[in-house]
């Protein structure tokens, strides 16, 4: 009889378990609106006042849009930036909140006579990664020597600036309710604000292959900066935007026909390529044809080639001015653009660095942390 009661006790504390903590109570600390949907193309549903208490209910993929509820009188949910409520949700983990399958762009009120609906329905980030592609890649790089906890920076004056991931190394940064990208922060921190050659003021796609703009001197003769930059950095990864210099510069057949040449020596290197799409504003009345063409063109790049995509242009709709500068050529940034206390949520720099940071965060733990 004993025996049986002891076992008995042993089977309940294997099935018991301990209740899930009390979510400590969010108040807004500022009046908000709140959408239907996680996107500013949804409709205006609600407000959550100052100092009103909520639930976090859902999340999107990015994390930059949180979905709540406040129950003072009727339960009344919607959709909010996570920057507009950041110093309430400083400790909550948001990778505990389930993901929406609500799209970025509600297709009905998206205004489709300035872009095409493929800019509004390819998701900011992929909902899934094709693993077994991208870990074919991996090992190739592997095999060569590319160093697993390193990234390289390929593209313009935006990836070349020293806001863009150099402040996680050389200051305190704020992290926020995206603390759950801490571990893969501390993995590839060293290579954040690494100068790369591939990456530089001016530079549109074409000029990573002119051997003229490989002005380091470690760079071989007639060595183009890209290559240059891959032979001194061996990396597992490289994010890649271009775009703002291209509308000038290229035509569409050339920006294509560039692009898809970085893929290519990219996979020829066994680094992983992360394109990404760009920003402007309509206003942008001379090229804004020429913007919305090479986004296009970069989403089919990475469709064709089965590679991670970043659909910036789609995130940085919600953001003041779309993110972008008067010049239309620089994000805008505002100061601190790691400290994602709010500031995501009106700098296009900012929300770059955190877009960033999720896709490096995915590719880590799907691919990287994956293979033996």
Known sequence: MYFQRWILCLLLMALW??????QAEL?????VVLYAGPGKTYVQVATLNADQPFNAKARNRLGNWIEVEHNE???ISGWVMTGELAPSLAETDLTQLPLTDLPAANMDFANTAQAPTILYETPVLPEQLDQDRLRAIYERGQARGNAHDSIVKIGDCNTASGLFLSPLVEQETELGPYNHLEDTVGVFRASFNRRSIASRDGFNASSIFDPMWAVDETCNPNEPPLLCEYRNNPSSVAFIMFGQNDVF??????YEAYLRDVIERSLDYGV???????????????KWHQVV???????????EYNIPLINFWLAARDLPGYGIGDDFAHLTAGGETIAFSGREADYGL?????????????IYHQVIEETP
């Open 350 to 362: 900012t929300l770059y660095n955190l877009s960033v940071l999720t896709m490096l965060d995915m």
């Open 249 to 254: 510069a290229l035509n569409r057949e050339q």
């Open 27 to 31: 108040r807004a600390p500022q009046g």
């Open 73 to 75: 009188e009727d339960a």
């Open 17 to 22: 378990t301990p209740p899930a903590p009390a």
């Open 272 to 286: 992983i390529p992360v394109l990404s799409t760009f920003t402007n504003r309509p206003e942008f009345d001379e």
């Open 293 to 303: 063409a090479m986004n296009i063109i970069t989403i089919e790049l990475a469709d």
